[in-house]
T-cell receptor, first 113, second 112 residues
């Protein structure tokens, strides 16, 4: 069964450094998402992406964040200058044309020191 | 403000019994309500979706009900097994948005 994949599984970085989290959505899906989950808290929406554009973003998704689909398969989340409070699990998700069900990847655990 | 509450942080039941988890929401008109399973350190795994005009959905040992008047969904796992032990997340999706809103989850522990 097709799956969303994410790399790396873990990333440790120093505060102020840039990180890029990578995702390969399910191949025939058209809509892509990033969510995050701070330890012990609920899963929170960051951004949705369709047709090479951001379609919706949350208040968390400020100027330090950006997303890109650099080729036909990858979908990336960049954090330009990481802060301690960016430490979280970051999940990529994708969905097809019906947009009812989002399928999540296994996540990248980001730790900012 | 919009709120999604799942009945308890943790639920412990004996193997073979039916687990019932509750999701209540306020100030929200969802088009779809979804249940996900999340294991520690892993991403949410989709289980079931129910639409606003549906009352009940079943899939194998899982059953979801949706009452838009009460603003509540119940999620049942019948004949529970230790392998069902996980956190179960309720998530809402409205029309004209792709933003899934998640509850905090209920951690289910099934004891042999």
């Amino acid at each position: 069964e097709p799956e969303v994949t994410q790399t790396p599984s873990h990333q440790v970085t120093q505060m102020g450094q840039e990180v890029i989290l990578r995702c390969v959505p399910i191949s025939n899906h058209l809509y892509f998402y990033w969510y995050r989950q701070i330890l012990g808290q609920k899963v929170e929406f960051l951004v949705s992406f369709y047709n090479n554009e951001i379609s919706e973003k949350s208040e968390i998704f400020d100027d330090q964040f950006s997303v890109e689909r650099p080729d036909g398969s990858n979908f990336t989340l960049k954090i330009r200058s990481t802060k301690l409070e960016d430490s979280a699990m970051y999940f990529c998700a994708s969905t097809g044309g019906q947009r009812e069900t989002q399928y999540f990847g296994p996540g990248t655990r980001l730790l900012v020191l | 403000s919009q709120k999604i509450e799942q009945n308890s942080e943790a639920l412990n039941i004996q193997e073979g019994k039916t687990a019932t988890l509750t999701c209540n929401y306020t100030n929200y008109s969802p088009a779809y309500l979804q249940w996900y399973r999340q294991d520690p350190g892993r991403g949410p795994v989709f289980l079931l979706l129910i639409r606003e005009n549906e009352k009940e959905k079943r899939k194998e040992r899982l059953k979801v009900t949706f009452d838009t008047t009460l603003k509540q969904s119940l999620f049942h796992i019948t004949a529970s097994q230790p392998a069902d032990s996980a956190t179960y997340l309720c998530a809402l999706l409205s029309y004209n948005t792709d933003k899934l809103i998640f509850g905090t989850g209920t951690r289910l522990q099934v004891f042999p």
